[in-house]
């Protein structure tokens, strides 16, 4: 009978094992109710939970996959809904469904209004200086000439001798046009463009100094997306904690033998930022650094000319809020508010984060945050400058007056 039950132990623990190789179904094995006994400082095996120290144990049944275990919170706390901002606020990373025409802003306007949002700064109009003033045209068609913004876009085909002079000449163009930045320059940048001869286009590539430096000529910011989270770069086991995303969306996976390293896309942007620092920098997601608030103010601390916006990476910050305030009110003078995919209904997790101090609610898209969040409090005067005072600083061509004082 001892024999039996070892057998039947050895069954299930090789059954767990193979359930948790990558690929396959997360489904646990039927466990015997017996313990493992381990060395404390290592882990349990596959399939198996420490349940004392040093001692693990399956699960008696089936464990449900990560998609399927959707526990109910029985704790009771207080909740403080905000549908609507505090302050009236620019987001300053949108993407409204294109081609933007004076009808299609109606609805956009109407959710704004909701949102208590002011402002949306349209960037990636498209690479074509046609859709550029297409945009222009139906924003100064429209009933709403002061509620959007947009930013000049640019391609990056055929990169090589002569291209950047050629494309700040364009960017001027495009300021003249109407357009108020330059960007959003995409997340292939880096990672993906290559340059006419066939080799990868880097972030800081000196061809393409003169663009930045336009952009600083012409007193208009340079909105950057380098690189994606660092999870997106590493081997997708359970140990990742953006598993879940990364299983569903192949596109987000940077395996080494086929793009650049997280840490050496970093090097590069931060050089460019340092070269030009009379141009003024905008890196999207945090600069991918609002898990590491410490490297983020490193970083802030060495580029009087770069700041940071907030967009899709509210997970950060809701998981971590007492450090998040810190930084926040540290660093209010150069953070800006940003949403990126247009999608009305996830406002409000913003809103909750930043104003309240709400514990333990859920974040927006499940498959980005399996935790809860928490929010910030953030004082007043730090609000206003994060929804609105810092993007009416350093982004030229929106509305100076009918802000709160």
């Known amino acids: 009978m001892a024999n039996l039950k070892h057998l039947a132990l050895l069954a299930a623990l090789i059954g767990s094992v193979l359930v948790q190789q990558p690929g396959m179904a997360q489904r646990g094995q039927?466990?015997?109710?017996?313990?493992?006994?381990?060395?404390?400082?290592?882990?349990?095996?596959?399939?198996?939970?420490?349940?004392?120290?040093?001692?693990?144990?399956?699960?008696?049944?089936?464990?449900?996959?990560?998609?399927?275990?959707?526990?109910?919170?029985?704790?009771?706390?207080?909740e403080h809904p905000v549908p609507k901002a505090k302050f009236p606020a620019v987001d300053i990373h949108a993407h409204p469904r294109l081609p933007l025409t004076a009808e299609a802003l109606e609805p956009i306007v109407a959710d704004m209004d909701r949102l208590n949002l002011r402002v949306l700064v349209h960037t990636q109009s498209g690479d074509s200086p046609d859709q550029l003033r297409q945009a222009l045209r139906a924003i100064a068609s429209s009933r709403h000439?002061?509620?959007?913004?947009?930013?000049?876009?640019?391609?990056?085909?055929?990169?090589?001798?002569?291209?950047?002079?050629?494309?700040?000449?364009?960017?001027?163009?495009?300021?003249?046009?109407?357009?108020?930045?330059?960007?959003?320059?995409?997340?292939?940048?880096?990672?993906?463009?290559?340059?006419?001869?066939?080799?990868?286009?880097?972030?800081?590539?000196?061809?393409?100094?003169?663009?930045?430096e336009a952009a600083g000529r012409l007193n208009v910011p340079v909105f950057l997306h380098v690189a994606e989270p660092q999870e997106f770069f590493q081997p997708i086991d359970y140990k990742n904690e953006r598993w879940l995303e990364l299983a569903l969306f192949g596109d987000r996976r940077y395996p080494p033998e086929r793009f650049p390293r997280f840490e050496e896309l970093m090097l590069e942007r931060n050089r460019l930022i340092q070269k030009h620092p009379k141009t003024r920098f905008i890196l999207a997601h945090f600069g991918w650094h609002a898990n590491d608030l410490a490297r983020a103010g490193k970083l802030l601390d060495s580029a009087p000319n770069l700041y940071l916006d907030v967009a899709a990476v509210l997970y950060d910050f809701g998981r971590q809020p007492r450090a998040?305030?810190?930084?926040?009110?540290?660093?209010?003078?150069?953070?800006?508010?940003?949403?990126?995919?247009?999608?009305?209904?996830?406002?409000?997790?913003?809103?909750?984060?930043?104003?309240?101090?709400?514990?333990y609610f859920d974040y927006y898209r499940n498959y980005h945050a399996f935790w809860k969040l928490y929010g910030m409090d953030l004082p007043d005067a730090v609000l206003r400058k994060l929804y609105y005072l810092n993007a009416l600083k350093i982004v030229p061509g929106l509305p100076q007056t009918g802000w709160p004082q």
């Open 145 to 212: 000439k002061d509620r959007m913004v947009v930013f000049a876009d640019m391609s990056f085909q055929g990169v090589g001798p002569g291209f950047g002079q050629r494309a700040a000449t364009q960017l001027e163009a495009d300021i003249k046009a109407g357009a108020t930045g330059l960007g959003e320059i995409p997340k292939a940048f880096g990672l993906a463009y290559k340059k006419a001869d066939g080799t990868r286009l880097k972030v800081d590539d000196a061809e393409l100094d003169p663009v930045w």
């Open 324 to 359: 998040a305030r810190e930084f926040f009110v540290k660093y209010q003078d150069r953070i800006l508010f940003g949403k990126d995919f247009w999608a009305p209904e996830e406002y409000p997790s913003y809103w909750r984060v930043f104003e309240t101090r709400d514990e």
């Open 30 to 78: 039927r466990g015997q109710g017996r313990g493992l006994q381990i060395d404390p400082n290592q882990e349990c095996p596959p399939g198996m939970t420490e349940i004392r120290p040093g001692r693990c144990q399956a699960p008696e049944f089936l464990a449900p996959s990560i998609v399927d275990y959707r526990p109910r919170s029985t704790l009771v706390t207080e």
